[in-house]
């Protein structure tokens, strides 16, 4: 599939690149207080290559309200085509330091499985969060969303991995409606909380070379993912260098 066919492109045109730590600053003030529903995804070099030929998950990326640059390859990518890449807004930085301005809010977390999914919200509520709907990251679509009416919390973290997270997301920003209620998409982000995955060390991530740390440590688990994925993803660089860069910004 060319650039200027795959449905990859449209989002990589979308995301809202966060320049300085002043506008990251009013980002989170914006996601403490939503007018409606709004969901937050983050887009890293994985992201793309999945969705690249996949129109079901590039339209799940683009239903989010905020989309969001993560990692290293997606700097690669805006350097290359002369874009400001701004902000590294990775989710498992952004999602701990947002969840700290917001303990006052009820909290939904839905991901993972047990015993990460308990010991990652027993963590959340001994640094003063309250929880009010949990589920693992394995039931259909519906069960969230019957699980989030009932409890109503005011933000709720999605933590079952790409590309689920963002179908449900997405279901749950259209069952909400004009409801005011925060949705993260968060990955492997309770995990991180539970004490399942160790971070890389700052100096590491400060380069942005925390798949390499995880790779290490996780090589069967990480070797397709990380390895193989970077190799194919720099051909989609490559093809859109060739194409003429990204689209306009609608």
């Known amino acids: 599939m060319t650039a200027t066919s795959s449905p990859a492109i449209k989002l990589l045109s979308q995301i809202d690149l966060i320049p300085d730590e002043l506008s990251k600053d009013a980002l989170f003030e914006r996601l403490k207080k939503p007018q409606t529903a709004t969901t ?113 919390p005011k933000i709720i973290l999605l933590a079952m991995g790409m590309p689920k997270q963002e179908k449900v997301a997405r279901a749950l920003r259209d069952a909400f409606g004009q409801t005011p209620v925060t949705i993260l998409c968060g990955g492997a982000i309770v995990d991180f909380i539970a004490g399942r995955f160790p971070r890389a060390p700052s100096w590491v991530r400060n380069l942005g070379f925390e798949w390499a740390y995880r790779l290490l440590r996780e090589p069967r688990r990480l070797f397709r993912r990380y390895v193989l994925g970077n190799v194919v993803f720099l051909r989609h660089v490559r093809s859109i260098e060739r194409a003429g860069g990204l689209p306009p910004r609608d």
């Open 40 to 152: 937050v995804a983050f887009v890293n070099a994985h992201a793309v290559n999945i969705m690249w030929s996949n129109s079901q998950i590039a339209d799940d990326f683009l239903a989010a309200d905020i989309v969001l640059r993560d990692g290293k390859g997606l700097q690669i990518l805006f350097d290359k085509l002369g874009v400001a890449p701004g902000l590294n807004m990775n989710g498992t930085d952004f999602l701990p330091a947002f969840l700290q301005h917001t303990k006052d809010m009820p909290l939904a977390v839905y991901g993972t499985a047990d015993p990460w999914l308990s010991k990652g919200c027993q963590s959340l509520e001994q640094d003063g969060h309250t929880i009010v709907s949990r589920e693992d990251g394995f039931k259909p679509v519906q069960a969230y969303v019957d699980a989030a009416l009932d409890a109503q």
